[in-house]
């Protein structure tokens, strides 16, 4: 079991060089060109890289049923548990207006007041936001006090920051002024398509979601005070809050936004619960992807 | 498990580390979406990335190998969205969580405490060790694990692994284990010649 050789005197003895070694560990060398002697490991290597079994994929479900469930949960910024569980469902429109709303809405409403945003994105931001309250309407008014931070704005409230931030973005595309103006270089623009699709790539399909799904700004006041009861962030959309349990896992690699302190008392998520979170997620899931139902869609016109 | 997080690097950062890979544009779609919380796309890194994740645990960890693959798939899911790289990034992400789930499992075992793959484990086997005298064609990818880890102290084993199971180059091997790149050659080199004059023995010379 232990080396029965000092290193140099086995380095030299080596049948081979660093790269022909490499070769043969990625299973790139072919047995029938391996060194003397080393066929038969390299066939050997080439059996454990061999294609997956079916046992390989037998978690599949649950593995995937978890993890799309915690992806969705989990925003730049940190939501209630009690808010998540409730709230979030199984459509990705829905549950990304969540995650970006607040930083989303504060971008927007910065941009808009400011007037900084270009005039389709200003008049679909003023049009949007007005709806919810908000007058930013060619940057006259002041803007909403609270709708920043803390005041739990809720789904709905945040829903429209993003449509309207939607609405200026295929105002854009419409007029093919998306790449001018520096619209694209906006807060608000920059924090929709990070936070809510991962990448200025899937901004369009993220968009004709949520237009096509996202409720009119009229119908939801009513509902909205469903959700409020639960306060969506107190406030700190974007610190890097390393708070969690769980940051040891995660420390690995440090994305630029750990945000996984949401995690403290969500089934799926405990480092020892993990399991057990993905084996119960379709529970979670049907929860949730009620709950979001009637938030989604009993605004529709 | 409660240690603090650790400023360690990027995934991205092993972007170039190894041998070049075209940006393989089926994952960098699926990761995109998988990042957006669709299923469909965590389905795709799922069925790429977990058969080796599973190979690995099952080698260094066997009985709870299917828990941990779970919750390193959980451990990504609570970071994915601020994931930035390419195919291999991921990988190497992946087997980072991965490898610190074995320790971490072995460490509340009470057993090794550096070394996450006591050899009773192996030895506890029916593994075909001997497949020189079968037919490789019926070695499974596992009995292949199995085999190159049966025969190889702790140490050979976690870099033969992460090597051939986990696909990574030399240095990323020494990032995660924390050991310079010539120290983790000398390590392969002594487990390759092993491995050979076991899977070989009248052949290898010296």
């Known amino acids: ?301 | 498990m409660s240690r603090g997080p650790e400023p360690e690097p990027r995934p991205g950062r092993h972007a170039g580390a190894g041998p070049a890979e075209q940006p393989d544009q089926e994952f960098l779609a699926a990761l995109e979406a998988a990042q957006a919380g669709q299923d469909w796309a965590v389905a795709v890194l799922f069925r790429r990335h977990n058969p080796r994740l599973l190979r690995y645990l099952r080698a260094q960890a066997p009985e709870v190998a299917e828990d941990l693959a779970s919750e390193v798939w959980m451990a990504m899911a609570r970071q994915l969205v601020g994931f930035e790289g390419d195919e291999r990034a991921f990988r190497a992400w992946m087997f980072t969580i991965a490898r610190r789930r074995v320790i971490q499992h072995w460490r509340q075992k009470g057993r090794r405490r550096t070394s996450p793959a006591p050899n009773e484990v192996f030895f506890d086997r029916a593994a075909p060790d001997d497949p020189s005298t079968e037919g490789l064609q019926a070695l499974s990818a596992q009995d292949a694990v199995a085999a190159l880890a049966a025969h190889l102290p702790p140490d050979q084993v976690e870099v033969v692994l992460l090597r051939v199971v986990a696909g990574l180059s030399v240095e990323e091997v020494a990032e995660m284990v924390g050991k310079s790149p010539g120290a983790v050659r000398v390590t392969q080199h002594r487990a390759l010649r092993r491995l050979a004059e076991h899977f070989s023995p009248e052949a290898v010379t010296g």
């Open chain 1, 1 to 301: 079991m232990s080396p029965k050789r000092d290193s140099d005197d086995e380095m030299s003895r080596f049948p081979f060089d660093d790269d022909t070694a490499d070769r043969l560990l990625s299973g790139e060398l072919a047995p029938g060109d391996a060194p003397p002697g080393y066929a038969r490991l390299a066939e050997v290597v080439r059996a454990a890289q061999g294609p997956a079994s079916r046992s390989e994929l037998a978690m599949e479900a649950s593995v995937v049923a978890a993890v799309g469930e915690a992806v969705r949960s989990i925003p730049g910024i940190r939501p209630s548990p009690n808010r998540r569980k409730s709230m979030l469902g199984k459509l990705a429109s829905a549950k990304i207006a969540a995650i970006a709303a607040t930083t989303v809405l504060g971008g927007a409403v910065a941009a808009a007041a400011t007037g900084s945003l270009p005039a389709p994105a200003q008049h679909a931001a003023s049009v949007a936001l007005s709806q919810v309250g908000i007058n930013v309407s060619d940057g006259s008014h002041g803007h909403g006090k609270g709708h920043t931070h803390g005041t739990a704005p809720g789904l709905v409230g945040n829903k429209h920051a993003e449509y309207g931030l939607c609405q200026a973005y295929e105002a854009h595309v419409s007029a093919g002024t998306l790449a001018t103006g520096g619209w694209l270089n906006s807060t608000a623009f920059q924090t929709l398509a990070t936070e809510a699709t991962g990448g200025q790539a899937g901004l369009g399909a993220f968009c004709t979601n949520l237009l096509a799904s996202a409720p009119t700004a009229s119908n939801d006041a009513g509902e909205s005070g469903a959700d409020h009861g639960k306060p969506a962030n107190p406030g700190k959309s974007h610190k890097p809050s390393s708070a969690g349990t769980k940051a040891d896992d995660n420390g690995t690699t440090e994305p630029s936004e750990p945000s996984e302190s949401d995690n403290g008392s969500v089934p799926a998520q405990g480092e020892t619960h993990a399991t057990a979170g993905a084996h119960n997620s379709s529970v979670g899931t049907g929860a949730a992807s009620t709950a979001t139902a009637g938030v989604t869609h009993s605004g529709r016109p």
